[in-house]
């Protein structure tokens, strides 16, 4: 069984879409995860149409591993809640991931709404990148998928980082196996945060991040200045 994990804070605009791209899936051996951290809006009530999983959350690192804690699955996918599957997705992306032997593994990332500029700009410094540096510095946004016993012995997310705890997953599960980009399929997600913060601003922001957490570890300050739930009011 596939476990995906899903954080949330008031996320009514984003998850239905999320949720409805799960299940149109033709992959149906799943079970769906929604860990909240005291939404006010309709996102319980849209959540409990597909599954009947909800436990509480709190910023992202913590809401998946609780959302682990409850999983029954051997393999674990999370996924942020204003990302969208395509079609296929689940048995493309589990069929790559078991031929190629791997142990965790993430995305090229595609924004929408379909922009040329969003996406030639994603798909240059981000996807080209991540693919690069697939065996020397792996790379993990938007979703993972990790197998269980791996996440175990990881001991999970590392909740005193406060930003890319997901990268810092990523780096340490190369102890235990191959850590690899899927190719077969591509993870679209909302392009609200470059709308908000605009994509240079965005972009300048994760490459200071990507070399803080190279040449002085981890963050564990809130140097970034991090919010969840930031970017709600864009869609």
């Known amino acids: 069984m596939l476990s995906i994990i ?12 999320l949720l409805a791209s799960i299940a149109m899936q033709k992959f149906s051996d799943y079970e769906i995860i929604i860990a909240d951290a ?5 996102t319980l009530e849209i959540a409990k149409k597909y599954t009947s999983i909800v436990t509480k959350g709190g910023l992202p690192g ?3 591993n609780n959302g682990a804690k409850v999983a029954k699955g051997e393999l674990f996918f999370f996924l942020d809640a204003d990302t969208v599957l395509s079609e296929d997705f689940l048995q493309k992306s589990l069929d790559e991931f078991a ?3 791997l142990s965790m593994a993430s995305f090229c990332l595609h924004p929408y709404p379909e922009k040329k500029l969003s ?10 990148t991540v693919l690069l540096l697939e065996n020397i510095w792996p790379y993990y946004a938007m979703g993972g998928l990790i197998k269980r016993d791996v996440f175990e012995k990881l001991k999970g997310f590392d909740e005193t980082i406060t930003l890319a705890e997901d990268m810092d997953l990523a780096r340490r599960s190369r102890k235990f196996g191959a850590f690899g980009i899927i190719r077969s399929v591509e993870l679209y997600f909302s392009d609200r945060r470059f709308v908000k913060e605009g994509w240079v601003f965005l972009g300048v922001k994760y490459f200071l991040c990507g070399l803080h ?9 809130n140097i970034f200045n991090y919010k969840f739930n930031h970017y709600k009011n864009k869609k």
């Open 6 to 17: 899903i954080p949330t804070l008031n996320e009514e605009d984003y998850l239905p879409r």
């Open 38 to 42: 005291g939404s006010t809006d309709a």
């Open 62 to 64: 913590r809401a998946r």
């Open 99 to 101: 031929s190629r032997k």
């Open 119 to 128: 996406y030639f700009l994603m798909n240059t410094f981000y996807n080209k």
């Open 213 to 221: 957490d190279i040449f002085l570890g981890p963050i564990r300050s």
